[in-house]
């Protein structure tokens, strides 16, 4: 017995579709490159690319019960001296806790223990800001 196909074209009155066009057209008769085309976002690529500039950001920034003034005295002796007067401050600080930990006997770990705990409680009273 020989295999017989069916197409829609043998078909008396097709299947009554309302489809005529392709499939790469539209309703409107432009086909899909053309609507891509139309549609399509341009985006301009730079050439050299951008890198973003790591940030340390206090999480408690503006808040903590010295806050305020650590914001008045920024901005009254400006950004740069302020910054290197903080880097002196946390200078001495550090090698007062190193001098503590020295009296005491405590090792380098725990003394490392000690810096960070005094920078997460100037975070929280706000000398960060």
Do not use: Y
């Amino acid at each position: 017995m020989a295999a017989t196909s069916i197409s829609a074209a043998n078909l008396k009155g097709g299947f009554g579709s309302s489809f005529h066009g392709s499939w790469g057209s539209s309703t409107m008769g432009e086909d899909h490159h053309a609507l891509m085309a139309k549609s399509a976002v341009r985006v301009k690529v730079a050439s050299k690319p951008v890198r973003c500039q790591p940030m340390m950001k206090n999480v408690n920034e503006g808040k903590g019960l010295f806050a305020p003034i650590v914001v008045v005295t920024r901005n009254l002796i400006g950004k740069k001296p302020f910054n290197q007067l903080r880097g002196k401050a946390i200078a001495l600080h550090s090698q007062v806790i190193t001098e503590f930990c020295k009296s005491i006997g405590a090792d380098a770990k725990q003394r490392q223990g000690l810096i960070r705990l005094a920078k997460k409680n100037g975070e929280k009273l706000g000398f960060l800001a």
